[in-house]
């Protein structure tokens, strides 16, 4: 649930290592992507429930 | 900083001096191999760093994709139950005598109570483990953080930002180095050591989840921190403006107060929002302050953990590629995120304000997903076999944060006009 703490289904620490890191860039990725789609007006008001 | 040696009845508790000796190499397949809490043996005390704990093969069962999506499947649908909840129940309830707990009543409280709910049933049917790595936590939490940073604007909280600095620099250090001291004191493992006082001086399961990543604590760690986050703040939420009310507090201090001290963000604002609108913004702007210090925070345990706690003898000095491979890469996203939207708004005037409310929703549907993984990864027996150490640490720091964060907060917004 860390950045650096492994999922359980990761069978090697190197696999499982790469699986939190991705994860942790994955949230940055995802975060400012979606703002960037606000801003842009690809996601306007309204559309999120 | 090494905790105490233990006795055997210590390590009932959360302590074990390997925590100081064990290499950076051994926390991660300790916290891969991690067992189920609630079927550990004693042995596998997942406040310990103890690295005894691997289960056998088939009780870490790899998920299938589909079992995979299926866990995920079941946070959508919990998180939007929650939020159908959130929007309609204070609407069925307004023209009744529940109307204003019903208004009062934040999404955590729904996401926790059908996340726990999820999960007892997930339990009954025996499918928990084998859809548990659908529910990601981490992800979910650090994505909306990551979109919270996008309502933090410098313009927002620049007239409460001086006194609300000086509080966070002030409470939160006292706070942190309490439960460190604390905690030692009690013979508590380091790395649960410091996401124990990260999470009761900063702002909760999100500063923990900072601090696991400083310092590669073991998922078990985390998650046990998590739970005792939740259990204090749930009923946080309602005690703090109780007293509040009780004490005379005005709607400034009260909510600078509620701001610095109950730990999660969300339940910040759910609290600041029972006392009013004022509190609610004043509650906000001083947790948003505590919330930048988490990165540092985190800075500054990466580099304490690197270089002092998992340093074997004879072992090679850790380099500054180690501090960048443990910084919790989301604190960036989110001071991104906080200058974007700060140039976007001055920009784009109050107009823009429409559109980050947007970014704001999506932050609430992140939150919620976290909030509802959280209740369905949530297990009693996590704190039952953490032993009673962790808890008095956790309950003795949150009334020590009570005392000085209502002192500081009386002193700095006192007077103080929204």
Known sequence: MSSETPSDNASTPEKAGRTAINEDWAAVIVGLALLALVLIGVIPEGVIP | ?418
Request: aromatic share 8%; charged share 15%.
């Open chain 2, 1 to 418: 900083m090494a905790a105490e040696p233990t006795s055997p009845a210590e390590a009932e508790g959360s302590e074990a001096t390997t925590a100081t000796a064990s290499p950076v190499e051994d926390a991660a397949p300790d916290a891969l191999d991690a067992p189920d809490a609630s079927t550990a043996p004693e042995s596998a005390d997942p406040t310990t760093d103890s690295t005894d704990s691997t289960p056998p093969e088939e009780d870490a069962p790899r998920s299938h994709w589909a079992l995979i999506g299926l866990g995920v499947l079941i946070v959508l649908v919990l998180g939007a139950i929650t939020r159908f909840l959130e929007q309609s129940v204070p609407e069925w309830a307004a023209d009744t005598s529940f109307g204003d707990f019903a208004a009062a009543v934040e999404y955590p409280v729904y996401a926790i109570i059908l996340g726990l709910l999820g999960g007892l049933v997930i339990s009954l049917t025996g499918i928990r483990d084998k859809v548990s790595d659908g529910f990601r936590t981490e992800f979910f939490i650090k994505t909306g953080l990551v979109l919270l940073g996008a309502s933090i604007n410098l313009s927002v909280i620049a007239r409460a930002a001086a006194p609300a600095i000086a509080q966070a620099l002030i409470v939160v250090p006292l706070v942190f180095f309490f439960t460190w001291w604390l905690a030692g004191r009690l013979g508590v493992d380091d790395k649960l050591r410091a996401l124990l006082s990260s999470a009761v001086s900063i702002c909760g399961v999100s500063a923990a989840i900072a601090a696991a990543g400083a310092v590669r604590a073991r998922k078990e760690q985390l998650a046990y921190t998590a739970s005792l986050v939740i259990l204090i703040a749930l009923p946080s939420i309602f005690l703090l403006p109780w007293l509040a009310g009780l004490l005379d507090l005005s709607a400034p201090v009260a909510g600078a107060w509620i701001g610095g001290n109950i730990d999660t963000t969300a339940a910040v604002a759910a609290a600041g929002a029972i006392v009013g609108e004022e509190a609610l913004q004043i509650a906000a702007v001083v947790k948003s302050t505590q919330n930048v210090l988490m990165g540092l925070v985190a800075v500054a345990l990466t580099a304490y953990f690197t270089f002092k706690v998992d340093r074997t003898p004879g072992a090679k000095r850790p380099g500054l590629g180690a501090v960048w491979t443990r910084f919790p890469k989301f604190v960036l996203g989110f001071i991104l995120a906080s200058v974007v939207a700060t140039w976007y708004l001055n920009s784009a005037g109050d107009a823009g304000k429409d559109t980050i409310a947007v970014v704001n929703d999506l932050r609430t549907w992140f939150l919620i997903l976290a909030f509802v993984s959280i209740g369905l990864e949530f297990r009693l027996t996590r704190l039952r076999e953490a032993g009673w150490r962790p808890i008095a640490v956790f309950t003795g720091a949150a009334v020590f944060n009570l005392i000085v964060a209502l002192i500081v907060a009386s002193i700095l917004f006192r007077g103080f006009v929204v």
